[in-house]
């Protein structure tokens, strides 16, 4: 199965850009990257997604490189509610049509005032 | 459209007891999964279906048996918990098709095995 690492925490300044990476170097050629964070200890919730191509909605943008064995989560203007676990996770196929997530330890990102 | 629920949302269990956590949702997702989380630890999956009767092991199957006997509902169980179990459950469903098929998360079941 595809790993996924990332550094454990990250500091942001309230307002600026916050660029979380993630490592993902045995990803296979159809297997989707995943954003998802967590905060407190809810349910984790869907950021983005993507395949090849950088992807950008109305929470953030994913940066994936070239190569596909990278990718960067950029919340363009980090707010306080942002502090959160971020987690970058690899859409595994197990077979034809059937997939399974795996999740990693995941970014603690602290936004600062 | 309630998304996923979990129930219960905390329970207190002795070591050798049983119990069944329920997930349902609302969004006729084919797919769903179970997921637990230890303290400072990211999720594991434990089980997962891809469709009404199916289930397959997750990466720590061990000690849980799920069922999945109607599309809205999966089941994982505990026939004798131990206290390695106390965690935080997670479920979650998706469409499971290719492209847009993100996981859509319940709030946890908290569960303390003394």
Redesign the interface.
């Known amino acids: 199965d595809a790993k996924t690492t990332q550094p454990p925490s990250m500091d942001c300044a309230e307002g600026r850009a916050a660029n979380l990476p993630c490592n993902h170097s045995t990803i296979s050629g159809n297997e989707y990257v ?1 954003w ?1 964070r967590q905060i407190h ?6 950021i983005i ?1 993507g395949l090849k191509n950088n992807e950008t909605n109305e929470m953030a943008s994913l940066i994936i490189t070239e190569d596909r064995k990278s990718s960067t989560l950029i919340l363009p203007h980090a707010t306080l509610r942002d502090t959160a676990v971020y ?1 970058c996770i690899v ?1 595994v196929d ?1 077979t034809s ?10 970014t603690r990102l602290k936004v600062l005032a | 459209n309630a998304g ?1 629920t979990q129930t219960p949302k905390f329970r207190v269990l002795k070591t050798g007891q049983s119990m069944t956590l329920l997930c349902a949702q609302d969004m006729n997702h084919e ?1 769903m ?1 179970w ?1 637990r989380q230890d303290p400072g ?5 434990i089980h ?1 279906s ?1 469709g009404e009767g199916t289930t ?1 092991k ?2 720590v199957p061990d000690g849980y048996n799920v069922s999945r006997l109607k599309k809205q509902n999966f089941l994982l169980g505990l026939e004798s918990a131990a206290p390695s179990q106390t965690s ?1 459950y ?1 479920c ?1 469903s ?1 469409y ?1 098709g ?1 492209g ?9 079941t ?1 569960l303390t095995v003394t």
Request: proline share 4%; hydrophobic share 25%.
């Open positions: 995943y998802y200890s809810q349910g984790p919730q869907y997604h987690y859409r197990v049509g059937t997939y399974k997530y795996i999740f990693g330890t995941g | 996923v797919y999964y997921y630890m990211g999720l594991r999956l997962y891809v397959a997750g990466e935080v997670f979650a998706s499971g290719s847009n098929s993100p996981l859509h998360f319940g709030n946890g908290r």
